[in-house]
């Protein structure tokens, strides 16, 4: 009897485990499916990965490398992330205040003492939420890095007092990025390799400037016109999209940040359609429960929509720019909540 018992559990396990492999195979030939119907319309060339409860359910490649439609698109091709680079010197910042070297409210001034008169109002905070009141970036006159910190000693007075209002723009980020070289004596590039990417074992990543990478997907338009050169400043980051799906795994099991940086730099400015340091971030009890961002740069488009509760993580690379990765994402998780 306990014989008949002990196999009909066993049937029951095996019958669960049946069910779930062809639940989980069905999704993958939906996405496949959908994403191949995206691909033969022209609106997705780029690369692909879906994970779910942890593991890796598809990786594909859908196009070209460049303009000129000889190459096909392989997996360990590496695109510009967009804005999506800017979840680093967040992350940097936060890393640095963990060992006791800032404070969200120490002023710029603080690091940074001679740029002008401003520098004394905006907080590391203000950064982080794009509340500084800072002017955007003179890009008719930027070249390098140097340029963009002359750019922020020749602003006089800020566009709105700090904490007050919302501008999203790069001079935030720039700053960021000022603040992590003068903490640590290291250019944020070297940092972020050695802090950031090699703890998260991003081992192809790369962060502008940089020559002669090998594997990199050129931005390109519909009329077959490649992006121009990257300007020799900091911050641009190119990565495959296995290397992204590793920062969102290390940032969300806490393995470069801890709970409460996490919960900080995932704070918006108390305004509609605002973005924090990690776009848009959810959080239940002070944990971290759905992580959605997205970039673009030039004709590079990328999106990662991670729902930490639902276990599942898409991420969107591309590199002719069509808009659709939003409408391309939503539908995949369609398919992934059947």
């Keep these: 009897m306990q014989n008949n ?58 196009g070209f490398t460049d303009e000129t439609k000889t190459r096909k698109l392989t997996t360990d091709y590496k695109f510009n992330i967009g804005s999506i680079t800017k979840e680093f010197s967040a992350v940097a910042l936060m890393q640095l205040k963990e060992q006791g070297k800032l404070k969200l409210n120490d002023k710029v001034s603080k690091f940074i003492p001679e740029l002008p008169k401003w520098a ?59 603040i992590v070289e003068r903490l640590t004596g290291m250019s944020f590039k070297t940092y972020a390799e050695k802090f950031i990417f090699k703890l998260c074992k991003m081992n192809s990543s790369v962060m502008t400037p940089f020559e002669n990478e090998k594997n990199i997907a050129k931005g390109f338009n519909n009329n077959l016109v490649q992006d121009k050169t990257d300007l020799s400043i900091t911050g641009g980051t190119y990565l495959t999209t296995i290397d992204l799906l590793k920062w969102v795994n290390c940032l969300h099991s806490k393995k470069i940040v801890n709970k409460k940086s996490l919960f900080e730099i995932g704070q918006q400015f108390n305004l509609e359609e605002t973005q924090s340091a990690l776009g848009l971030a959810k959080y239940k009890n002070g944990n971290l429960i759905e992580h959605l961002h997205d970039g673009r740069a030039g004709n590079y ?12 993580t898409i991420i969107l690379l591309d590199n002719n720019y069509n808009g659709k990765v939003f409408e391309i994402s939503d539908a995949i998780i369609e398919k992934l909540k059947k």
């Design 5 to 62: 018992k002990q196999l009909f559990l066993n049937f029951i396990v095996v019958l669960l485990l049946v069910n779930n492999i062809c639940a989980q195979t069905k999704q993958i030939n939906q996405i496949d499916s959908l994403m191949n119907h995206y691909s033969q319309i022209g609106a997705f060339n780029g690369n692909i990965v879906v994970s779910k409860n942890n593991k890796i359910i598809y990786n594909a490649s859908f």
């Design 120 to 178: 004394n109002e905006v907080a590391i905070a203000d950064l982080l939420q794009y509340k500084s009141g800072i002017p955007n970036v003179n890009w008719k006159s930027i070249q390098n890095d140097k340029d963009l910190f002359d750019g922020l000693k020749l602003i006089d007075t800020l566009d709105f007092k700090p904490g007050t209002n919302y501008d999203y723009n790069n001079n935030n980020i720039f700053l960021r990025q000022f």
């Design 301 to 312: 488009e990328a999106i990662l929509v991670s729902n930490i509760t639902e276990k599942f």
